[in-house]
Protein backbone atom coordinates (compact mmCIF):
# COMPACT_ATOMS: atom_id res chain seq x y z
CA UNK A 1 0.00 0.00 0.00
CA UNK A 2 1.01 3.58 -0.82
CA UNK A 3 0.02 6.28 1.56
CA UNK A 4 0.18 10.31 0.43
CA UNK A 5 0.43 13.02 2.42
CA UNK A 6 0.21 16.60 1.19
CA UNK A 7 1.30 19.77 3.23
CA UNK A 8 2.11 23.25 2.64
CA UNK A 9 -1.97 24.56 2.07
CA UNK A 10 -2.88 27.59 3.69
CA UNK A 11 -4.32 31.36 3.36
CA UNK A 12 -2.20 33.48 0.83
CA UNK A 13 -3.59 36.86 -0.61
CA UNK A 14 -3.70 37.36 -4.26
CA UNK A 15 -0.62 37.40 -6.08
CA UNK A 16 1.78 35.12 -3.36
CA UNK A 17 2.69 32.26 -3.15
CA UNK A 18 2.39 28.48 -1.76
CA UNK A 19 4.88 25.46 -2.19
CA UNK A 20 2.73 22.10 -1.95
CA UNK A 21 4.50 18.86 -1.31
CA UNK A 22 3.15 14.99 -1.45
CA UNK A 23 4.94 12.84 0.47
CA UNK A 24 4.47 9.22 -0.16
CA UNK A 25 5.17 5.77 1.99
CA UNK A 26 5.00 2.27 1.93
CA UNK A 27 5.24 0.09 -0.99
CA UNK A 28 6.27 2.87 -3.92
CA UNK A 29 8.43 1.11 -5.36
CA UNK A 30 7.22 1.94 -9.56
CA UNK A 31 5.32 4.73 -8.90
CA UNK A 32 5.49 6.41 -12.42
CA UNK A 33 3.55 9.30 -12.71
CA UNK A 34 2.18 12.22 -9.98
CA UNK A 35 0.05 14.73 -10.63
CA UNK A 36 -1.99 17.51 -8.69
CA UNK A 37 -5.81 17.78 -8.40
CA UNK A 38 -7.86 20.75 -7.30
CA UNK A 39 -11.18 20.40 -6.58
CA UNK A 40 -13.49 24.05 -5.44
CA UNK A 41 -16.63 24.15 -3.67
CA UNK A 42 -19.41 22.94 -5.52
CA UNK A 43 -16.85 21.84 -8.17
CA UNK A 44 -15.42 18.57 -9.90
CA UNK A 45 -11.88 17.41 -9.22
CA UNK A 46 -9.67 18.76 -12.00
CA UNK A 47 -6.33 18.17 -12.84
CA UNK A 48 -3.66 20.89 -12.70
CA UNK A 49 -0.53 19.11 -13.52
CA UNK A 50 1.51 15.57 -13.93
CA UNK A 51 4.79 14.77 -14.05
CA UNK A 52 5.66 11.37 -15.54
CA UNK A 53 9.32 9.01 -14.02
CA UNK A 54 10.98 10.53 -17.11
CA UNK A 55 10.38 14.31 -15.57
CA UNK A 56 7.47 14.99 -18.63
CA UNK A 57 5.13 17.62 -17.43
CA UNK A 58 1.90 18.55 -18.37
CA UNK A 59 -0.63 21.76 -16.83
CA UNK A 60 -3.76 22.98 -16.77
CA UNK A 61 -4.08 26.11 -19.22
CA UNK A 62 -5.47 27.89 -16.40
CA UNK A 63 -2.13 27.58 -14.29
CA UNK A 64 0.47 27.57 -16.81
CA UNK A 65 3.35 29.77 -16.27
CA UNK A 66 2.52 30.28 -13.04
CA UNK A 67 2.55 26.86 -11.20
CA UNK A 68 5.63 24.17 -11.77
CA UNK A 69 5.60 19.83 -10.46
CA UNK A 70 8.64 18.54 -9.63
CA UNK A 71 9.55 15.86 -8.17
CA UNK A 72 12.36 13.94 -5.56
CA UNK A 73 12.66 10.23 -7.17
CA UNK A 74 15.11 9.68 -4.14
CA UNK A 75 12.76 11.03 -1.33
CA UNK A 76 9.44 9.70 -2.56
CA UNK A 77 8.18 13.45 -2.96
CA UNK A 78 6.64 15.61 -5.63
CA UNK A 79 6.50 19.44 -5.06
CA UNK A 80 3.44 21.88 -7.17
CA UNK A 81 5.55 25.26 -6.34
CA UNK A 82 2.75 27.85 -7.26
CA UNK A 83 2.91 31.52 -7.85
CA UNK A 84 0.76 34.77 -8.71
CA UNK A 85 -2.27 33.15 -7.33
CA UNK A 86 -5.80 34.10 -7.86
CA UNK A 87 -9.00 33.57 -5.94
CA UNK A 88 -10.55 31.37 -8.75
CA UNK A 89 -7.39 29.23 -7.08
CA UNK A 90 -8.94 28.49 -3.80
CA UNK A 91 -9.77 24.69 -3.73
CA UNK A 92 -8.49 21.52 -1.84
CA UNK A 93 -5.67 20.36 -3.47
CA UNK A 94 -5.43 16.67 -3.97
CA UNK A 95 -1.99 14.15 -4.69
CA UNK A 96 -1.99 11.63 -7.19
CA UNK A 97 0.47 8.76 -7.68
CA UNK A 98 -0.19 5.56 -10.51
CA UNK A 99 1.72 2.73 -9.51
CA UNK A 100 0.86 -0.68 -11.87
CA UNK A 101 -2.25 1.25 -13.15
CA UNK A 102 -3.07 1.37 -9.60
CA UNK A 103 -4.34 5.19 -8.71
CA UNK A 104 -3.53 6.45 -5.19
CA UNK A 105 -4.92 9.55 -3.65
CA UNK A 106 -3.80 11.99 -0.70
CA UNK A 107 -6.71 13.45 1.99
CA UNK A 108 -5.92 16.65 0.49
CA UNK A 109 -4.91 20.40 1.58
CA UNK A 110 -6.32 23.25 1.84
CA UNK A 111 -5.41 26.49 -0.44
CA UNK A 112 -7.30 29.82 0.13
CA UNK A 113 -6.12 32.96 -1.89
CA UNK A 114 -7.96 36.11 -0.25
CA UNK A 115 -7.21 39.45 0.92
Known amino acids: QVQLVESGGGLVQPGGSLRLSCAASGSTFGIDTWSWYYQAPGKERELVAT???????NYADSVKGRFTISRDNAKNVVYLQMISLKPEDTAVYYCNAIQYRIIHWGQGTQVTVSS
Open 51 to 57: ITSRGST
